[in-house]
């Protein structure tokens, strides 16, 4: 019998809940994958070293160590963890000037920043602020990874054409290229058209097909018989072989270079939290199945911890190689494991290939990556869908390619934030009418209209605090002042209302003293038990008399019939 196997839930430790309950009539698919997503990711994992700046080798530590780590420690069964195209453009913005490209310095820092990742992720675990992945909408993260692809695709235009470009930057790349573009190379733009041509040709016959894999063995046994360098086509060189070290980085350890590094890991720290928990629901939703965020965050901080110790860059949880595990068949991290057994053999036996790699090769699949971010598909949803969204969007990716990937990340957050305060800031609120069968039905306050003769009943639909209780105050104070006939009561429907603060008690103060000299009721319908507690804390129950708090309409209109009918 293919059962899986039972864990026991009382005892065992939070590790392998990516692997556990497995199926072992799975475990050839599962391998498969894991042969299949290597393929695909060996190519991928080495472009992004031009990326981030950092050797060769250093793409195949990332899927290594730190896959291995979450693979163990991580809560999704789906959710793949390596190199990533931000994190890798946040890297190279962040140390371009601090240390040369490539070298042992700037390797150096580029681990110290995944040590750093590490330990503000497992530090978000601690105190519970991973909701902050909440803080990049969806409409910004398109944007940023928009304006992510077209600085990384810009960015390898003078590799695919054999051109030296010096400087940093969009502006400074397109310029160099421009400035020397006579003095490009025709073999070395003839090798990247052929490796382009063979991944976008595999990819439209199937997906399946690993395109770049083929185009790298090809491109690499080419170099080999025809002796590309001697044709002034560059190649990579010697890569070493064996494992990594395992080392704290080596750096001049200060306060100072700490802080210098804080802004960049805290744009790296938002940017794993914001994709990698985005990744993880989408696929637990797929296959109706549960993860643990918490479990997550300890699996990613100790995967980038592994990334440090190993000698490599930050690593981050990437949808693209999510979705290419789960194609191949993948449904745990029996997969992944397997991608890092074959990865392991690579490294160890299979890096003296590489050196005749040119370098023109990996500018293609660097080229591609870039490419594949600029989502046109969701901007054209966005604009025929949020047209106000859609400029946050453009806004966001043109920081990202003009200014830089860092202040692009930061200035996504402070527009999502934006975003938020602009629709709490100005709520839709409503009137609520009586319908043709008696029930209750909302009109647009511009239609101000009286529930029963002398009953306002007006919805705020949204949680109440100081950016908008002047709409609070301005709309309440028109309602009273346009009425068609005396009020006797105002009602606020606080079905909507799940917070209200400081500012918002005073102001629900002031207007108990303003409908009070006009000899006006202020009640509440529909109010949450907690709501309730922060309106007794500002002292608006003590304020009104009687029964002011309804849990009902029926129980409203009752209390009001029985007090309009009462002598007077």
């Known amino acids: 019998m293919n059962e899986p196997l039972k864990q026991n839930t009382r005892t065992r430790l939070p590790v392998l809940q990516g692997v556990l309950p497995f199926d072992r009539s799975r475990l050839p698919t599962e391998i498969l994958a894991g042969l299949t997503f290597a393929c695909l990711a060996i190519p991928e994992v080495l472009g992004y070293t031009k990326i981030a700046g950092t050797p060769v ?3 195949l530590y990332t899927i290594l160590i730190p896959m291995a780590l979450f693979a163990i420690f991580g809560s999704s069964r789906h959710l793949v963890v390596g190199a990533d195209s931000a994190t890798a ?24 920043l995944a040590l750093m990742a590490a330990v503000l992720l497992i530090v978000a675990r601690l105190v519970g602020v991973g909701f902050l992945a909440d803080f990049l909408s969806r409409t910004v ?10 600085q990384v695709a810009i960015g390898d ?17 397109l310029q160099g290229t421009y400035q020397n573009i006579n003095q490009f190379s025709l073999p070395t733009l003839t090798v990247a058209a052929a490796v382009l041509a063979i991944v976008v040709g595999c990819a439209r016959v199937s997906k399946k097909i690993p395109g770049p894999l083929i185009a790298i063995l090809g491109v690499i046994l080419c ?10 086509i560059g190649v990579l060189g010697t890569v070493p072989s064996g494992l990594p070290s395992l080392s704290i980085p080596n750096v001049d350890w200060s306060w100072a270079l700490i802080k210098q590094l804080l802004p960049t890991a805290a744009s ?37 911890l592994g990334a440090a110790f190993s000698g490599t860059f930050v690593i981050n949880g990437s949808p693209t190689k999510t979705e290419m595990v789960a194609s191949a068949g993948g449904q745990s ?23 005749f790699l040119p370098n023109a090769a990996l500018s293609a699949i660097v080229f591609l990556i870039g490419i594949k971010l600029i989502d046109i598909a969701a901007l054209r949803q966005i604009f025929r869908q949020a047209r106000s969204e859609f400029w946050i969007a453009i806004g966001t990716a043109a920081v990202v390619v003009i200014v830089g990937v860092e202040q692009g990340i930061l200035f996504a957050m402070v527009l999502s934030l934006i975003d938020h305060t602009r629709r709490g800031y100005r709520p839709k609120n409503s009137v609520i009418v009586k319908n043709d069968s008696g029930g209750w039905h909302s009109k647009a306050l511009t ?7 002398g009953l306002v009943i007006y919805r705020f639909s949204h949680s109440l605090y100081y950016a908008n209780t002047q709409r609070l105050s301005d709309e309440v104070t028109s309602l009273v002042q346009n009425a068609a006939s005396p009020i006797r009561w105002f009602c606020l429907d606080a079905s909507a209302v799940d917070d209200v603060d400081f500012t918002a008690g005073y102001t629900l103060r002031s207007l108990h003293e303003i409908l009070s000299a006009q000899d006006i009721r202020l009640v509440f319908v529909f109010v949450e038990p907690d709501v309730k507690t922060e309106l007794d804390r500002y002292g608006i129950t003590a304020l009104v008399t009687g029964q002011a708090y309804f849990d009902s309409g029926n129980d409203l209109l009752q209390a009001y019939h029985d007090q309009a009918e009462a002598p007077a």
Not at 89 to 112: C, D, F, P, R
Not at 447 to 453: D, G, K, L, M
């Open 57 to 59: 080798v250093t793409g």
């Open 89 to 112: 453009a946040i890297t190279a913005s962040a140390l371009a000037g601090m240390a040369v490209s490539g070298s042992s310095e700037y390797l150096a820092l580029a681990s110290l």
């Open 141 to 150: 993260l398109v944007g940023f990874l928009t304006g992510v692809g077209i």
């Open 157 to 173: 235009l003078p590799g695919l054409i054999g051109l030296q470009v010096s400087g940093h930057g969009v502006l400074a790349k």
């Open 223 to 232: 170099s080999w018989a025809f002796q590309f360098d001697n044709m002034g």
């Open 268 to 304: 790296i720290f938002i940017v794993i939290l914001a994709q990698s928990a985005a990744t993880s629901r989408a696929y637990a939703a797929r296959y109706d199945e549960k993860f643990n965020e918490n479990t997550d965050l300890i699996g990613l901080g100790l995967a980038n």
């Open 333 to 355: 991290q029996i997969a992944q494991l397997t991608t890092v057994v074959i990865v392991l053999l690579v490294i160890l036996f299979l890096t003296a290939p590489l050196a």
């Open 447 to 453: 239609e101000p209209t009286q529930f029963a003769p």
